[in-house]
């Protein structure tokens, strides 16, 4: 079992670092890491690139967050131990998202990436938070602070939509990582510093 959770969760971690969004602006001979926000997700990539790829950099971003989930839990028979596994090894995806080892440990903020492991678990608890996720942006008109609000009631929509306590500790990991990589634009909302994705400036 431990040398299972360890290839699970290494695999799991380098399907969540590709950094599709790269990869996709240097296709049209650009770098988005030096254009926009640096971000290698799909916003800034929908506002230096066009809404094509942003579109595609999210589809694949969520991609490859609900796949090893996915895949472990086709793999692994039912039982307590394969639930743990399976909701690391989302955590693993999100954390290589985050940390990628193909960009020295850098990467994404890992909102794209955390919505397909959560998919996954419960559809309903991501359209809930997709929502107020839409909610937010209208009514601020940031998407940094409906990331930020989405991802801070994930775990608990997963619990009241049913979904196990391991699945929501889990859920509570990576709604702190991702505020934690949120860290500059929570300052910059603070400070009112902010740019409105109305503006279609960087954010």
Known sequence: MILTLFVALLLSYLVGAIPFGLLFSRAVGKDVRREGSGNIGATNVNRVLGKKLGILTLLCDVIKGF???FLM????????????????CGLAAVVGHMFSVYLGFTGGKGVATALGVFLFFSPLAILAALVLFIGVVYMSG?????????????????????SGLEIVFVALVIAILIWVKHSANIKRLIAGEEKSWKSKETS
Do not use: C, K, Q, R
């Open 73 to 88: 839990a086709f793999y692994l028979p039912p039982s307590a131990d394969s639930v743990w596994i399976i909701a690391l």
């Open 142 to 162: 940031f998407v940094s602070a409906g990331s930020l609000a989405a991802t801070a009631v994930i775990p608990l929509f997963l619990f009241l939509f049913g």
């Open 67 to 69: 796949l090893p989930v």
